[in-house]
């Protein structure tokens, strides 16, 4: 499973670093991509930032430069520091994980609200 943390409530400008912890999988953790997604009210859930096997990194166009994933494969944990934080970053945000031949994510925690004040 997937167990997500370090949301919360934060200002407009300020930092958050969300963790993923892995345990109990089937499959390996570090040959996996893990990709974070966020889901803000009323909207489709979106995918901002992943991290493959070979810790290669991609990002949505609205966090490039703001956020930043990073994985510790030793203690099976993928983490999300997102700093100058915006109000249009709030949302429920998700970790998933898939292997390297899974079309679409397939282990998903259930998530860690993330708010920000204007």
């Known amino acids: 499973q997937l167990v997500e943390s370090g949301g919360g409530l934060v200002q407009a400008g300020g930092s958050l670093r969300l963790s993923c912890a892995a345990s109990g999988s089937i499959f390996s953790f570090r040959l996996n991509t893990v990709g974070w997604h966020r889901q803000a009210p009323g909207e489709q859930r979106e995918l901002v930032a992943s991290?493959?096997?070979?810790?290669?990194?991609n990002y949505a166009s609205s966090v490039k430069g703001r956020f930043t994933v990073s994985r510790d494969d030793a203690e099976n944990t993928v983490f999300l520091q997102m700093d100058r934080l915006k109000p249009e970053d709030t949302g429920v945000y998700y970790c998933?994980?898939?292997?390297?031949?899974?079309?679409?994510?397939?282990?998903w925690g259930e998530g860690t609200q993330v708010t920000v004040s204007p």
């Open positions: 991290i493959n096997s070979d810790s290669i990194t």
């Open positions: 998933a994980t898939k292997r390297s031949f899974d079309a679409t994510f397939i282990l």
